[in-house]
């Protein structure tokens, strides 16, 4: 529920009431300051794309023993194995991806102040637990082993999150007005910025005023034109799987006084989502369910029946974030991800298994493909081919990045299974894009920067409208990382 109106000049302006928004919020509002957070949604759709996460946040850590005063009590820790990961992998991890194009300075803060984070945010209520249904894999011995350097997420996913932070914020004393568009933000000439200009739902603007602003708003995945400009045409119609309130209002309000951009603006993040599910799109009920993100273990073929991408490169935390693209690249913008019978526990069960999931079953490859759509010829052969290439020499196990591979073109670099099982398990796959890279340019306090390098007074900036931290590809969970420990340090100085 929104609280009592505030007066026109506050405090801090937060615009965005995901994570980074929050968070920013919460490190202004522990200093005392007054906090109005604006975000474009209605109370019923709000929580931008945080909303439609897994909660999931790549965290360095010692292991379970150095989790263990964050997370919820559970039973199965007892049987867990969680192991390090370290602030040179982490480093390493988003630099390798972004192939080295990310800011240093920003990814050493980034990476060495998310332990802190997390933990500051559990202080102030926030529950967290380890990702047994998506980063571990259940032994025979009844041992599980997490996997992938990505092991902690919000109890209830991105639903719980923004939950928790909701109710948090209040007893802070953060007001929180929702259908608050931000159209402009307030500076007279080269001073500080000082309010920003809001759209109501009904066409009026009114202005706020404060002593600073935090962007927390988001990117431009949700708009067709920007997509269109920044990635081609072809981005123009692709699936939305977060929120369609990212439309880069403020990435242009930003530049228009003053503020200039950096990253990566020619590929966003995108994966593969359900092509053929009715309501595959920003869909609140099913958020991260509608991904189809178990395609290491399996292959993925074009309506040609053909092979496109390794698709055990690496652990899917390190892949998926590009894997949509690929799939856009194809005929008709759709690919099929095949499994047999053998592999098929091994699928994520919230994906794989959710009501109405899109799936093509059959008992051999040529009716799987009679029955998918895709070249029956052409699939026979692929599957063929890649069969006859899988390296037995090496055991099948998906807990580690096992050298299992086929070598065909292109390769499969790991967990290269033979299709050879039936019943074989069929599922079509689109893009969707997820958020962008590119965003406004800025300094490891989160001031957002001008054409002089110079931070412009009284602005700050935080998670997906942030730039320069990821290029091409990021590990998974490190967004959310980013928007706490930038929004903690926008608060913390606004």
């Known amino acids: 529920m929104n609280q009592t109106s505030t007066p026109d000049q506050v405090d801090v302006i937060v615009v965005g009431g995901g994570n980074a928004g929050f968070c920013a919020a919460l490190a202004a509002a522990e200093r005392g300051r007054r906090v109005v957070l604006l975000e474009k949604s ?9 909303y439609y996460t897994h909660g999931a946040t790549r965290i ?27 602030a040179e992998e982490y480093i ?80 802070l004393g953060v007001e929180i007005r929702y259908e608050q568009r931000v159209t402009a933000l307030l500076r007279d000439g080269d ?42 045409e072809e981005w123009r119609d692709v699936v939305v799987r977060g929120t369609p309130s990212s439309t880069g209002d403020l990435l242009v309000a930003a530049t228009a006084i003053g503020a200039v951009t950096e990253g990566d603006f020619e590929s966003p993040h995108s994966t593969m989502i359900d092509a053929d599910y009715p309501e595959n799109s920003s869909n609140r009920e099913l958020t991260n369910t509608l991904a189809r993100l178990s395609y290491p273990v399996g292959i993925m073929v074009n309506s040609d029946g053909h092979r496109f991408v390794d698709e055990g490169a690496h652990f899917r935390n390190y892949t998926y974030s590009k894997m949509g693209r690929h799939v856009l690249a194809q005929p008709g913008g759709r690919a099929w991800q095949l499994f047999d019978n053998s592999v098929r526990p091994d699928l994520r069960v919230d994906q794989y298994d959710m009501p109405g999931a899109s799936v093509i079953t059959a008992d051999s490859i040529e009716q799987l493909a009679e029955k998918a759509g895709i ?50 398990w069929c599922y079509p796959v689109t893009c969707g894009i997820t958020f962008t890279y590119g965003g406004l340019a800025s300094d490891a306090d989160a001031r957002v920067l001008d054409e002089s390098g110079a931070p412009i007074a009284g602005l700050f900036v935080a998670g997906e409208l942030m730039g320069g931290l990821y290029y091409g590809g990021y590990p998974g969970g490190t967004g959310l990382a980013a928007g706490q420990v930038f929004g903690r340090r926008a608060g913390a100085r606004a």
């Not at 009026?204 to 400009?229: C, K, M, N, Y």
Request: aromatic share 8%.
């Open 375 to 424: 070249d029956p010829v052409g699939l026979a052969a692929t599957v063929a081919e890649f069969n006859a290439s899988v390296d037995q020499s090496h055991p099948y196990d998906p807990t580690v990045l096992d050298g299992r591979r086929a070598d065909v073109e292109p390769p499969k670099s790991n967990w290269a299974v033979g299709l050879s099982h039936p019943p074989y």
């Open 42 to 50: 209605p109370q019923l759709f709000a929580g931008g794309n945080s």
């Open 60 to 86: 360095v850590h010692d292991g379970l023993d150095d989790l263990a005063a964050i997370l919820e009590p559970d039973e199965r820790h007892a049987v867990s194995v969680v192991p390090t990961y370290t």
């Open 191 to 232: 001073g500080p910025v000082t309010g920003v200009v809001i759209e109501a739902p009904d066409g009026s603007t009114t202005q706020l005023t404060a002593e600073s602003v935090v962007l927390a708003a988001g990117g431009f995945h949700a708009s067709p034109d920007l997509r269109a400009e920044h990635y081609g």
């Open 92 to 171: 390493d991890d988003i630099t390798t991806l972004s192939q080295g194009r990310n800011d240093p300075e920003r990814t050493r803060v980034l990476v060495t102040e998310s332990h802190d984070a997390l933990v500051w945010l559990h202080s102030l209520g926030m529950k967290y637990e380890l990702l047994y249904g998506r980063q571990a894999h259940f032994l025979p011995d009844g041992s599980i082993h997490f996997w992938g350097g990505l092991h902690v997420g919000n109890v209830g996913t991105g639903v719980g999150m923004m939950r928790d932070y909701t109710a948090v914020a209040q007893r």
